[in-house]
């Protein structure tokens, strides 16, 4: 199932029909039993020679073609039957933007995220993203918390979507105090979404280190996400091995291979725990594919509600498909394949 949605884009509403599918060897196998029981031959005036002729030709592959139209005619009724949609087309769909959640990102905003494997460095890369991701969530109450060795609140959860994306580019890690502080980040988060009556809450957190400042450990914070009913996805920024780092010098600006040293392990611990999931992203275009399926995940939980589903259409060319097939196999079959008289 999912790298059906993976590589066509839609989503399903009803996946479980697709369990139908496993009848197709039983469709095909009693299809070709009916059509072999069947005399079919085109009603013509011409001598019985040359209706062995053509029947031997132009009938042997319209019955051909007949059984491949009615195949795919099985496929398409199973397909319309999962009710397939698309979140992208559902953009305009006010009865499901205003189902809101209440996001709040967690930016490691430390000195090594000045690194540049990611264009130009992993800070500004995951700013993009994070720009991106906040243009499609219209109707959400978004915040971001900065945390290097010490954390603070850079935006309150809002609507005002303005002002959020004038705080994000302004964060950075000048003046605090150095070192990488997750589980203080964390926490943070989670006292802004605390005793919120908000139905869904989740926290996107980003890091490209391991904690080693603070008295509250990412573990803990974790513990304390989960009693909110709060869901934390962590991004591991960066890529394996050594990164360029920016340097200084009198000579100019110049740069030096750092290592990569990212916890993964305790990253994938606080997904798991707040029922969440850990994503790394090594390259700024896989760092956007990992913040596009966040967003798919947390509209999939959309997706349950019943008002949700009745608000989403039935896809128009599945429905138009089905109609122009069957009126085909109705033709063919009432019209083109009888006895001969």
Not at 6 to 23: A, H
Not at 93 to 112: A, H, K, R, T
């Amino acid at each position: 199932m999912n790298w059906l949605i993976r590589n066509t884009g839609y989503d399903f509403l009803e996946p479980n029909w697709f369990y139908l599918l496993l009848l197709l060897p039983v469709f095909i196998v009693a299809l070709f039993y009916l059509e072999r029981r069947q005399f079919h031959g085109v009603v013509f005036t011409k001598p019985e020679a040359s209706q062995r002729s053509i029947q031997s030709a132009f009938i042997r592959r319209l019955r051909q073609a007949l059984f491949v139209l009615k195949t795919a005619f099985f496929l398409l009724v199973v397909l319309a039957l999962a009710h397939p949609f698309s979140w992208d087309n559902q953009q305009q769909n006010d009865d499901i933007n205003v189902v809101g959640i209440d996001i709040l990102f967690v930016l490691d905003v430390s000195e090594s995220m000045q690194a540049m494997d990611l264009k130009p460095n992993r800070l500004n890369s995951a700013k993009k993203v994070i720009e991106q991701f906040i243009g499609y969530r219209k109707n959400d109450r978004i915040g971001l918390v900065a945390y290097a060795g010490e954390a603070y609140s850079a935006c309150p959860k809002t609507t005002d979507h303005g002002l959020l994306l004038e705080q994000l580019d302004r964060v950075n890690g000048a003046g605090m105090v150095p070192g990488t502080a997750i589980g203080i980040g964390l926490g943070t988060a989670v006292a802004q979404l605390k005793g919120d009556s908000t139905e869904s809450k989740a926290i996107i957190l980003l890091t490209d280190g391991t904690n080693n400042r603070g008295d509250l450990t990412p573990i803990e914070a974790a513990g304390l996400a989960k009693d909110e009913n709060i869901r934390v996805y962590c991004i591991g920024v960066g890529t394996n091995g050594f990164a360029p780092m920016p340097d200084s010098s009198p000579f100019g600006m110049g740069y030096f291979y750092a290592p990569v040293e990212i916890d993964e392990q305790v990253l994938e611990d606080i997904s798991e725990t707040t029922g969440a999931k850990y994503f790394r992203a090594t390259n700024s275009k896989s760092l956007e594919k990992v913040i596009s399926e966040i967003d798919k995940i947390e509209k999939k939980r959309i997706k349950m509600r019943p008002d949700i589903q009745a608000a989403i259409p039935f896809p128009e060319f599945l429905l138009t498909s089905i109609l122009i097939l069957s009126i085909l196999l109705f033709s063919i079959d009432f019209f083109l394949f009888k006895g001969h008289e």
